[in-house]
């Protein structure tokens, strides 16, 4: 019998990206010598890191006088940004039941490959997962099928009676429907609100149990 797979997005799903995002920020306009109104401004600006990157930085040293070039900035905080992120325990305690309980397990998260993978490192997800997919490194995103396709391969999992779990319903919840995945969408970070998941969870903690009954 081929093992069931549960699929995990990373940002504001397995971690507090956004909680992360903030704390870089305050460290970064710190180190800057910038005043604390930066830090606003980068939280009004992030958009919960669907800004892209130059774009933001762009926007930062119009408003802030900052000199160094917008690639330099962004190629920085593609390294440090992923320092500033944690992964509660009960996290990782919820991934290991699922393997022991037979499960594959896989991130699948859009973004580039040098910030992601350094996020899954740092926090130690990569090492508590069956598989890690970047939709950069994938060559295909949220929510298309393909890469939860791409996923079950990785994790040597059938994607049959599996599961998608996800902050973002646009790409988490309509990726997991398009793959024929169950779906639980996690917290409230989005305005748009469908599709709508087969269950809503304020954590992620709360998903482990919902699929181990499955
Ligand atoms: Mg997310």
């Known amino acids: ?9 990373l940002d504001n799903t397995l971690i507090d990206r956004d909680g992360a995002f903030l704390a870089w920020a305050r460290w970064w306009v710190d180190r800057s010598g910038l005043g604390a109104d930066a ?5 009004a600006h992030d958009n919960g890191g669907f800004t892209p990157r130059a774009q933001l930085f762009a926007g930062a040293r119009e408003a802030f006088g900052v000199v160094t070039s917008v690639e330099e900035l ?7 940004h992923p320092g500033f992120t944690w992964v509660e325990p009960a996290v990782l305690d919820g991934l290991a039941s699922l393997s022991t309980a037979g499960w594959r397990v896989a991130v699948v998260t859009n973004g580039n490959v040098v910030q992601q993978s350094r996020k899954l490192e740092h926090t130690g997800i990569a090492g508590a997962v069956d598989y890690c997919c970047i939709s950069e490194a994938a060559g295909v995103r949220k929510p298309d099928a393909r890469i939860f396709a791409i ?9 049959a009676d ?7 319903p646009p790409y988490d919840i309509a990726g997991g429907i398009n793959a024929k995945l169950s779906t639980i969408r996690i917290g ?8 709508i998941a087969d269950h809503h969870l304020m954590s992620v903690v709360d998903a ?3 699929i181990l009954a499955s």
């Not at 830090?39 to 939280?43: F, G, H, K, Q, R």
């Not at 599996?162 to 973002?168: A, E, I, K, L, Q």
């Open 208 to 210: 482990f149990p919902v």
């Open 74 to 80: 962004v190629a920085a905080y593609d390294r440090e």
């Open 151 to 159: 996923a079950a391969e990785g994790a040597g999992a059938t994607l």
């Open 188 to 195: 409230d970070h989005h305005d748009v609100p469908t599709p």
């Open 39 to 43: 830090v606003e401004w980068l939280v």
């Open 1 to 9: 019998m081929t093992a069931r797979l549960a699929c995990f997005d």
């Open 162 to 168: 599996g599961w998608m779990v996800g902050d973002h």
